[in-house]
């Protein structure tokens, strides 16, 4: 990645060596994409796509790398990380009442996906 890290800079105005991996990728192959640290921003998800680098939003799915499980890793949700947080992250997942129990069940699912 690092390689690809210079022309993204100027095309997005950045100082040089504003960019930096995070250690955290989604997908699998060519779809796979890549949490990218900006320096005094908040962080980007790129794709490499014809050789460059191409800014995408955040992608759903299952995280791989940092050890975080879903989305909100990049400090949007970091409250998700706790026993049962990752329902709050859903949106709509809640109709108004019951128990969590059903939320709960769903998650595993979605994670082999």
Known sequence: LEPLFEALEKERGLSSGSLSFAREFRGTGKKRAYLLNVAGKSSIWVVISKGKLVVVPEPSGKSTGSGSKHGGGNGSGS???????????????????GSPKPGREEDPGEDKV
């Open 79 to 97: 409250g998700g990380n706790g026993s049962g947080g990752n329902g709050g992250n859903k949106p709509g997942g809640g109709t108004g009442g």
